[in-house]
């Protein structure tokens, strides 16, 4: 089946900083990439959508400007968590539909991230 | 709007059949998808049914799909200790529309 990869798989930060998350589709192209965020034993929180070569679209509630998105080729979307804070401590899991198949949809591993 | 409603929790005893039940409210979903969740890890998509298809079997999966009713099932024969995980449910149209997914059911087997 198709790859999906996440960098890093776990983060800790301070207060402040800014962390950056790599998803990548490995043997595929993916033209639609989706953030989401999961906290524990809840489901998925879709966050955005990501299109190769355009802005990312938001979900209700989302802050653009807080959670930056690019989509900057094929294979790669990253996600910026800027100035984070502890309550942006969570897992984040990026999945994305491929350009040949678009009825399945590959999640990769997810990122642990821990904002102190 | 959209929704996706599943049970939370399910038990049973390896060796024994799981079966996961999922409820739908878009008529208009051309997929329906089972994905695997284990403990740490991102989900695993195990399988997917195409709304005009009754039913799919891959293995030891079969899912069932209802589409007057808007039900959606996966059964797992054979259970076993591996398959404890959290399964969610999810509908879709094809395209770059996301999916929804439910809250997940945790399936847990007793040895």
């Known amino acids: 089946g198709a790859v999906v990869s996440q960098h890093p798989s776990r983060v800790i930060c301070k207060s402040g900083t800014s962390v950056k998350i790599e998803c990548r589709s490995l043997?595929?192209?993916?033209?639609?990439m989706f953030w989401y965020r999961q906290f524990p034993k809840q489901s998925l929180m879709l966050m955005a959508t990501?299109?190769?070569?355009?802005?990312?679209?938001?979900e209700q509630g989302v802050e653009k400007d807080k959670f930056l998105i690019n989509h900057a080729s094929l294979t790669l979307s990253t996600l910026t968590v800027t100035s984070a804070h502890p309550e942006d401590s969570s897992f984040y899991i990026c999945?994305?539909?491929?350009?040949?198949?678009?009825?399945?949809?590959?999640f990769g591993p997810g990122t642990r991230l821990l904002v102190l | 709007g959209e929704d996706v409603e599943q049970s939370l929790f399910l038990s049973v005893r390896e060796g024994d059949s799981s079966v996961i039940n999922c409820t739908y409210t878009?008529?208009?979903?051309?997929?329906l998808y089972w994905y695997k969740q284990e403990p740490g890890a991102g989900l695993q998509l195990l399988t997917y049914?195409?709304?005009?298809?009754d039913m799919k079997q891959d293995q030891r999966l079969t899912v069932l799909l209802n589409k007057k009713d808007k039900h959606l099932s996966l059964r797992i024969a054979d259970t076993q200790t591996g398959d404890s995980a959290i399964y969610f449910c999810?509908?879709?149209?094809?395209?770059?529309?996301?999916?929804?997914f439910g809250k997940g059911t945790r399936l847990s087997v007793i040895a």
């Open positions: 999945s994305a539909r491929s350009r040949d198949s678009v009825e399945t949809q590959y």
């Open positions: 043997d595929f192209q993916a033209t639609t």
């Open positions: 990501s299109n190769e070569g355009s802005k990312a679209t938001y």
């Open positions: 878009d008529s208009s979903s051309t997929y």
């Open positions: 049914i195409f709304s005009n298809m």
């Open positions: 999810a509908e879709g149209l094809s395209g770059n529309t996301p999916l929804v």
